[in-house]
Every structure is written in structure tokens, then in C-alpha cells.
């Protein structure tokens, strides 16, 4: 379907590891492709019936009319054969033109001087369901767990989207949940969080510890490179590091970040609990058992249970140990940190975990959010924290308040933050599933959990 060309498309980089995933299904299908033709020729040559000549111009134009009823209309074409579906939809998703328009500009200044150094951390595909701090029972973030009281914690938050790139680009771009699906592209004409900090005199950092190369995700263009002071890879820097080192990496780095004489706002892509699960933990850090193979996503459910958990425990609990342990209050550093989206953890056999658009379950959009400020430079306490009713959208203007700007400003053109004392916990939240810009199936699901 087209949610899934665009998933694809969009994560090119993996093909290798999808193909050693289902390399049993490809072969299948390739093996029952060659049956079916052996039997249609063994038919044919049974039969004097022909069809005409010209009759073969039918299947490249259905192909065409299914091309453009996908490029130009809103036509759902989930039910055509898979032989114009599948190659088309990709064809499609591969040679759309999203917008690239100037980011509009800064139009006020900062009220104050904000927080000296201030980093969001979007970790990859981490279900707040699945932490310590919301299941006690269970061990994946036991370090966490044992601080929590140096937590400002938000409880179980909403994502934008069931998707990393629609997500990411949202929380950049302050996008607003009204406006989604964003049909108008408003999100990428928006000011975005790095003109702000670079507004209020902050050097700005994008970190994206998932990248081994130099190429752009998320949705980033060009045009969002011009607000970034540096963009560093570690994966790119030191490729011969194992892909489970990455987030360690990028705890080090937010360390030496946090004593900077200047005023640091740095955005970071974490590598997180991506799949396949069990690569993204050191096989000697296995807690859980038994777990599936390195190459294996959904083969039973107590065994993908238990890899995920590793992975949490490890880029999840490990990353927070390291991180604090580096960053003591004379820093003058506040971080805030959630993920991309969740992972639907409720199935078994080989299942999406997330960006599903039918039977979507909101544990896919159920994510962390809370606030580390070992100075209490937010002024506000961990035990002054409301644990429910949150989501994504309070994430931008926390960061704009945080970075200076007049509360009452910041309030009136994005909304409530996390810091607000009068704060009314949101009753019904909804998450996109399915692509942000409207583009394919997708639909605003209840966020309701009973997981």
C-alpha cells in the first residue's frame, strides 16, 4: 500500500537487512511466480484459442490509469492486483515532488536568555508501556526507575504520527494537531525549532546517531540545513562502530555539549530500539531470554518481547546512566526526551510494528516524555509533574519557552508547554496513522490505551 512504498522509500538504507528478513517469503514468491507461468504456457499450448494482437496494449495502459489515479486523485488502490499495486505504488511514492518553500522567519525576539544548553532527544521506536517507570514489575529501565524522582515525567504521551519521518518533522516544525493530516504542507514553510534557538543565540546541533552516510531523512531538506550551525553522524565518523554503540556515542557527545562556554541547542535522532531489535544491543547485555535471531523481527511473540526489552534496557536505561553520570548541575543543561513513536508489541507472526494504517492499535503511538533539569532550571519540581493528558504538540513550545520566548507569545501561537502551572490535561488525543502530509490511507486514530 502507499504508507508502505513511503516506509520503504524512505528507508532504502535498510533493504539489505529486509531482504535476509524475508528472504523465505521472496523465494516463495518467486517460486510460485515460475509455477504459475510453466502452467499458463503448458495452457496455451493446449488450446487454439488466441486473443488478439492489440489486446496487449491493455496492461501497460491499466498500468498507466493506476498511476494516475494514485499520483493525481485520492483513489484508494489497495485492491488492485498486486501486479499493478505494488510496483506502481513504489513508482509513485519514488517520483513524488514534496514541497521545499523558504521556512517563514522569526518574527519576535526573546524575552530572556533562555537555558543555557538545551537538547530534545527523539529516541527510535520506544513504548512508554514497556519502561520500568510505568510497568514496575518490569526490569527494562531498572537505572531510570531508581532516579525517578529527578524525572519530570509527563507520563505516557501521544506521538504525532505511527511514523518516524512524520513525527520528527512535526516536532521540528512546531506542526499543530489540527493540521494534521498537513494536506497544505504548511510544515515545512513554518519556522522551525532551529531558527528559533539561532534567534535566541544559541549554536545549534543536529545529531542523528540512525545515519551511516550523509543523507537527509526525516523529511529535512536543504533549506533546514541553513538554520543548523553543525550536523554531526557518528555513525558516519567512526563506521567501524558497532550500530548498538551509536547512542553511547551520542551520550558522550551531549556530555561535552553540556560544559560548551557557549549556549548549545542540539536536536537528537537516537538510534533506539529501530528493528531489528537484537542489533541494536551488545549480544553480552542480554537480560531477557530467549530472544529471536539479529535478523529477525516477528517469529513469536515471547521472543520478540524479550529482544525488544533488551533493547530498551540497553539504549534506553544504559543511555540515561552514561548521560547523567557526565552531566552534573554547574552543566546549567536541560534535556527533554520521547520517541519518534511506539512499537505494537501485542502480535505475533510476521506483523508490522508501527506505521500500520488498518487496525491500527495505539500502542504504536504511545511514547516517553519527561524533562531532566538536575539545576531545576525549569522551575519546576519532578513532584509538582501531571502524569497524564500529554503528547508531541506540548513538546515545541516548552522549547521555545525554555529557549527564551514570552510565555504569553509562545502560548498564544503554539499552545500549552509542559511547564504551565494551569494546565488542563488534554481528554481526547489523537495520532495519525499513516502518512503526515495526507498522501495514501491514513486517519486520525483515539489515542485510548489499555495496554
Known sequence: ????????????????????????????????????????????????????????????????????????????????????????????????????????????????????????????????????????????????????????????????????????????????????????????????????????????????????????????????????????????????????????????????LAKSPKKIFAYVVKAGAHWPYARTYPQDSTFFAPVLSPRSIYKDKERTLNTYHNAVRWTVDQFWRRLMGNITKTDSTVILYTSDHGQNLTQAGISIAHASVHETSPQEAAVPLWIWDPNQLTGKSPATAYRKGYSHAHIFPTLLLLQGYSPVWVRKHYGPTLLDKDLAPISKRTFLAGDLFGRGAHSLIPFEYAF
Open 1 to 256: 500500500m502507499y504508507p508502505d512504498a513511503v516506509l520503504a522509500w524512505n528507508n532504502l538504507a535498510l533493504a539489505d537487512t529486509a531482504i535476509q528478513n524475508f528472504s523465505w517469503q521472496i523465494v516463495a514468491a518467486l517460486i510460485c511466480s515460475l509455477i504459475v507461468m510453466i502452467l499458463i504456457q503448458w495452457a496455451r499450448r493446449r488450446t487454439t484459442w488466441r486473443a488478439p494482437i492489440w489486446s496487449a496494449l491493455l496492461v501497460p495502459f491499466t498500468g498507466l490509469a493506476v498511476f494516475l489515479l494514485i499520483k493525481r486523485t485520492t483513489g484508494i488502490v489497495d485492491d488492485f492486483p498486486a501486479l499493478y499495486r505494488v510496483p506502481l505504488t513504489v513508482l509513485a511514492v519514488a517520483s513524488d515532488q514534496l514541497p521545499q518553500p523558504v521556512r517563514t522567519p522569526v518574527s519576535v525576539s526573546p524575552a530572556t536568555s533562555g537555558v543555557p544548553h538545551l537538547f530534545l532527544v527523539v529516541d527510535e521506536s520506544i513504548t512508554a508501556t514497556e519502561l520500568t517507570l510505568h510497568q514496575p514489575q518490569l526490569p527494562t529501565t531498572p537505572f531510570l526507575y531508581s532516579i525517578r524522582d529527578q524525572l519530570l515525567d509527563f507520563g505516557i504521551a501521544s506521538s504525532f504520527t505511527n511514523q518516524s519521518a512524520g513525527s520528527n518533522i512535526a516536532l521540528m516544525s512546531g506542526t499543530r494537531p489540527e493540521d494534521m493530516p498537513d494536506t497544505a504542507y504548511k510544515t515545512f514553510s513554518r519556522t522551525n525549532l532551529f531558527q528559533f534557538a539561532q534567534k535566541a543565540g544559541y549554536t545549534t546541533y543536529y545529531i542523528d546517531a540512525q545515519q551511516g552516510g550523509n543523507g537527509l531523512q526525516n523529511f529535512m531538506s536543504p533549506e533546514d540545513l541553513k538554520y543548523i550551525d553543525h550536523v554531526e553522524r557518528p555513525g558516519a565518523v567512526h563506521p567501524d562502530t558497532p550500530y548498538h554503540q551509536r547512542d553511547m556515542l551520542v551520550a558522550k557527545r551531549l556530555a561535552e
